[in-house]
Structures are given as C-alpha cells and as structure tokens.
C-alpha cells in the first residue's frame, strides 16, 4: 500500500479520505497552529453576526468560532464543497460554494459579493493580492486573522507520496526533508505555487479538499507507479 505523508496537523480529519481509495495514510505534521486570543475570535463571530455576507475559505475556521454549532444566519460564501459542509453542520447557510481556490471564488461570487458588507475570518498569510482584490469587489470588507499557521520540521517517517494544504507545510517539510523520490500532490493554486519553486508537483486536486486529492492521487498513482 502507497504511504502517504499527511503534513495537516488535522490528520483525524482527513486520513479516512486516503483510507478510503487504498492508500495508507502516516501523520507527519508539517505545522502547528496559533489560534489567536479570545477577544478577537469574539469580535469576529460579532462581526459576522452583523454582516450580510461572511467568507469562509477552510473548515478551521468554522471548527475556531462555532465549535459546538450555533452559526448566526448570516449568508455564507465557501471556497469549497469540505467548508460548505463544515458550515452547514454548525448551523450555517451557505449561498455560494467554489471548486478551485480563493481566486476562482471571487471571479465566479463577484455579484454575490459585490456592494455587500463582508467579513471574512482567516488564516494570517492569506495572499494578499486576493485580499485587496476582495476589498474592491466589497463595499465594506471586515478581513481578520483569527490563526496562524508555524512551519516545523517533519519527522523522518518513511514515504512514497506527500500531500500539502497549505504553503505553510510546504515550508515546513523543507525545513528537514525534500521532494526526491517522493510523489507530491496539492490543494489549491497558492500551495502549488509554494511547491513549484522547488519542482512541479504530480498531483493537483481538481476541487479545494483532501476528498479531491486523495482520488487525484489515487489516479495518479494507477498510471504512473
């Protein structure tokens, strides 16, 4: 069975997903996370309690702010199927889901967006190009940083393929590893984009979730190993 480098300090979350298609999952977290302090969590379910739309670009969000449901019924905007799902359970109405990324999101939510009151919890090092490109879609746009995500280094655990979420594990894995006879496979066109400065990566998940990379992968690995 092909093992897999999960480098998502969620592995609990995700590893069923590449159980699920025959591939044998190994936890090799690449990041810790820094949620940060109460006060500002607390103003951002405020913010989002008074604004007409909120946006929602990973599951860890919703998992910070409403971790036991009760989102308010503000409209939310997802960049994918796994954060639409993830709103959903904790109560939350979803009106606009995307399939690729931050970027693909604003190009096809843009007159849902458009002259609304938008706030927008996230991770720190979103790119900040989206971010201003948000703001000039949005009459008014609240963006706060409620986690951060710290690159470690992974442990030596032995692997046949890696799969990243973010450019934060990128960073991380290279701290103490490399890509050499390992198959890479990536969520989002900013994480590729964080692996591509060393080479290419195989994989790319066709739709912003560990469910879409593990079938990638999967496929991937019938033809080519």
């Known amino acids: 069975m092909t093992r897999v480098a999960i480098t998502t300090d969620r592995f609990d979350s995700v590893a069923s997903e590449y ?3 025959g591939l044998e999952p190994l936890p090799v977290p690449c990041v810790d996370v820094v949620v940060a302090v109460e006060g500002v969590l607390t103003r951002a379910r405020e913010a989002a309690s008074h604004a007409d739309l909120m946006l929602i670009t990973s599951p860890r969000t919703v998992e910070l702010l409403w971790p036991e449901g009760g989102m308010p019924p503000t409209g939310v ?3 994918g199927a796994t954060s639409a799902v993830a709103v959903e359970t904790a109560g939350g109405r979803v009106v606009a889901t995307g399939r690729s ?7 096809g939510a843009a007159d849902v967006l458009g002259a609304a009151r938008v706030v927008f919890p996230h991770a720190a090092g979103t790119d900040t190009g989206l971010v201003a490109r948000l703001r000039s879609l949005v009459s008014d746009l609240d963006d706060q940083e409620i986690y951060g995500a ?7 655990t032995l692997v046949d393929a890696v799969v990243f979420a973010s450019p934060s ?6 701290l103490a590893r490399d890509f050499e ?3 890479v496979g990536v969520i989002g066109p900013t994480t590729r984009t964080a692996v591509a400065r060393s080479r290419v990566p195989e994989v790319v998940a066709p739709e912003p979730s560990h469910h ?3 079938r990638a992968l999967r496929s991937y690995l019938e033809v080519s190993v």
Not at 101 to 107: M, N, S, T, V, Y
Not at 169 to 174: D, E, M, Q, R, S
């Open 19 to 21: 159980l699920g298609v």
């Open 77 to 79: 905007v997802t960049v």
């Open 101 to 107: 990324g931050l970027a693909d999101l604003l190009d």
């Open 150 to 156: 710290v690159p470690v280094a992974p442990e030596s």
């Open 169 to 174: 594990a990128v960073t991380g894995w290279l």
């Open 181 to 183: 006879d390992v198959v």
């Open 212 to 214: 879409s990379l593990a």
